[in-house]
């Protein structure tokens, strides 16, 4: 596109139901509709930037829910959960990376690393120390879950609320 098209280029055009389609220029080959481009929420931005701020300065509780992993399909069908947030002495089986396939129980969650230990992962240092080797929450199935009241309850309100997103939206049509 030229400068001068654009200048030449007075008022956007409008459909049928008056509203405006948004183009750059009159010789852009997209028209997207102004509504097709507006965001959800405006309360939350969509910057790279600000999102990336926002995750790797999260406080702890947040970074709990962020630290989430998938459920085993056995426990999936079960609890009629998807993800759970990853606790200490929760069993677990890494999906990627090195130690994929490896099974064994979370020994810690390390949030301010956004890391895992799981027991028996771990590598010998130079100078001959064993130290855990960090896995990241999302490389993680979890195959048993370590059940208390809270995490009883947590499961149920998932599973009610993902009940009622299948009804409402098994009524759209």
């Known amino acids: 596109c030229t400068p001068s098209s654009v200048e030449n280029w007075n008022h956007p055009p409008r459909d049928a139901t008056g509203v405006t389609t948004v183009r750059c220029c009159p010789c852009s080959q997209s028209t997207k509709s102004f509504l097709e481009k507006m965001k ?17 300065s999260a406080h702890s509780e947040a970074r709990r829910k962020l630290m989430s992993a998938n459920l085993s ?48 992962i771990s590598r010998e240092k130079a100078n001959g120390a064993t130290v ?6 999302s490389a993680l199935t979890i195959t ?21 997103e299948d009804v409402t939206m098994s009524n759209v049509d």
């Open 144 to 164: 048993k879950l370590k059940m208390d009241k809270d995490r009883k309850s947590a499961l149920e309100r998932k599973s009610n609320k993902e009940k009622k």
């Open 132 to 137: 855990p080797v960090g896995i990241p929450a």
């Open 40 to 56: 959800y929420s405006t309360a939350v931005s969509s910057s790279r930037r600000k999102s990336r701020k926002a995750h790797f």
């Open 73 to 120: 399909k056995e426990l999936r069908a079960r609890h009629g959960v998807r993800s759970m947030p990853i606790r200490k002495d929760d069993e677990v089986v890494i999906t990627r990376g090195v130690y994929k396939t490896r099974e064994g129980k979370v020994t810690a969650v390390y949030r301010k690393k956004w890391v895992v230990h799981v027991e028996r």
